[in-house]
């Protein structure tokens, strides 16, 4: 259902227990049409009256870095299922928005609204003035500015003592790659602080019950006890997960989404668990995890490629309202359950998936957009181009909006002619066909070539933004990774700086 300028809707939000609102303050024709969509300064235990909707505002946000800011962004002009409408009045904001977000969230403002103002007004003050003050700071010998808000790992191994911290007001995010007896105490003690990156830390037992923290991103390896802080709401477990692990999270983790790698251990203590992430799947069977998080409402599923096993156990998961996948493969569209099975789902965006399955799934689910599903299946693949990309870590260009077939299928040969020759110098140098000098010449040339030809591709069209600049980057140092440790077997230590020195002073993109 498409919305009308004006109208108001209303949505439970779980967290609050109480309603929100919403309004939409303007239409944005395109081939897939966008909604502005403003949340609006509202709570109630049920419906609002017509006194009600009469007297509502624009939500003003001024937590952590905005400065009574709307949240008014370009949705898709689709009203999700569980969103009610509740009237229609002239738009509140009439200026136009350049935000523009996935999804609708209502909601989600007020919650971070509610969460700074607990935090005492003193604190808050000091807060803001900081962040507005970018005046240098010497931090355990780290010149920084008063007004950062992170810390990275590199820069906390030169402080001697965490109070140095106190520095630095604003600051919200934390990475730290080792033991430090003073960080979770601090962590515990400051409210700004919403996302912590932790590795190699040492304990068996880690509790962070004190803590504001919004995000968790842990190195779970020897840890068998995590307290979670109420508000936590994404978690991300790396490395290798003990059987003993217990955690404690809110409501068995009623409001928490976590993440893993590779697979989806049963972690005790997560039973409710809401939201499930999984990254570089190869093959991810669906029976365990469902039956491990049975109240499942979002799942998000990324291979590397991977295959999915047992896909029609998803009709389990009857709460599904979200539930996306992309480069994963190994199912039919008849597996996939139909929407009768799964009646609370308002998102189903798969990328990259069998074409016969892309079809079938297509057919099952297109009626159910206008009763407010956001339906995006794109990228349908046939075998054989799932045969030829397999191990083609550009394998994302075919389809990407910018880039042409062309231009796909050169990155892909490019890269299988490189790999295939970095492979053979071992080989020639230990056949005596080569010398270690020559070797390494030969990957300089290599790495010219490589460079050179992403010049030429993109002179001609400049099609090679950020995310390909990065893309480009990253396989090169895979490449060289690869190589690095098959000539270190045969005697040969390469210097990976000049390589990537060439790399550097040759690209024009």
């Not at 709307?70 to 002239?90: C, D, F, M, W």
């Not at 003193?122 to 355990?140: H, L, M, Q, W, Y």
């Not at 007896?181 to 003690?189: I, T």
């Not at 992430?277 to 365990?288: E, F, M």
């Amino acid at each position: 259902m498409k919305p009308n300028v004006g109208d108001i809707y209303c949505v439970y939000v779980e967290q609050l227990q109480r309603y929100a609102a919403c309004q939409v303050t303007g239409i944005e024709e395109k081939a897939k049409p966008l909604a502005a969509v403003l949340e609006l300064d509202w709570t109630g235990d049920k419906l609002p009256t017509e006194e009600e909707l009469d007297k509502m505002k624009p939500l003003y946000c001024d937590y952590y870095f905005w400065n009574n800011q709307l949240e008014h962004s370009y949705v898709t002009a689709q009203i999700p299922k569980h969103y009610i409408l509740a009237g229609n009045r002239p738009p509140l904001v009439t200026e136009e928005t350049n935000s523009y977000s996935a999804s609708w969230h209502i909601g989600r403002s007020t919650v971070n609204q509610l969460k700074w103002r607990s935090i005492p007004e003193a604190r808050r003050r000091s807060f803001k003035e900081a962040a507005k003050d970018n005046t240098p700071v010497v931090v355990g010998g780290v010149q920084l500015a008063r007004s950062t808000s992170a810390v990275n790992h590199v820069a906390f191994r030169e402080f001697s003592d965490l109070s140095m911290l106190e520095q630095l007001p604003c600051l919200t995010r934390i990475a730290a790659d080792r033991p430090y007896e003073s960080l979770l105490p601090y962590v515990n003690g400051n409210p700004f602080i919403y996302e912590l990156q932790l590795e190699n830390h040492g304990c068996t037992s880690i509790d962070l019950r004190s803590s504001s923290l919004e995000r968790l991103i842990l190195q779970a390896d020897g840890l068998e006890e995590l307290f979670l802080n109420k508000g936590l709401t994404f978690l991300s477990l790396t490395g290798t997960l003990s059987p003993k692990l217990k955690i404690h999270a809110e409501d068995g983790g009623q409001w928490l989404t976590a993440a893993f790698t590779d697979n989806v251990p049963p972690v005790f203590g997560l039973e409710r668990l809401a939201g499930l992430h999984v990254t570089q799947a190869k093959d991810l069977d669906l029976g365990p995890v469902v039956r491990s998080y049975p109240g499942l409402k979002e799942l998000r599923l990324w291979g590397k490629p991977g295959n999915i096993v047992n896909l029609q156990q998803l009709e389990q998961l009857t709460s599904l309202r979200i539930f996306s996948t992309y480069d994963m493969f190994g199912f039919s569209g008849e597996a996939f359950p139909g929407p009768d099975r799964l009646p609370n789902l308002t998102w189903l965006w798969m990328t990259s998936l069998p074409a016969d399955a892309a079809k079938a799934i297509k057919d099952k689910y297109k009626k159910e957009v206008s009763k407010g599903l956001d339906l995006s299946i794109t990228k349908p693949r046939k075998p054989e181009w799932l045969a030829e990309n397999l191990n083609n870590p550009f394998r994302d260009w075919d389809g990407r909006e910018h880039i042409t077939a062309a231009q796909a299928k050169k990155a892909m040969n490019l890269y299988k002619k490189t790999l295939a020759a970095m492979t053979t110098l071992p080989e020639q140098i230990q056949s005596g066909g080569m010398t270690p000098a020559d070797a390494e010449y030969a990957l300089h040339t290599l790495v010219s070539g490589y460079t050179e030809t992403f010049n030429k591709m993109d002179r001609s069209s400049g099609f090679i933004e950020t995310v390909e600049r990065e893309e480009i980057y990253t396989v090169l140092e895979d490449l060289l990774s690869g190589a690095k440790e098959q000539l270190s077997a045969a005697g040969v230590e390469l210097d990976m700086d000049k390589l990537f020195d060439t790399f550097d002073k040759l690209r024009d993109f």
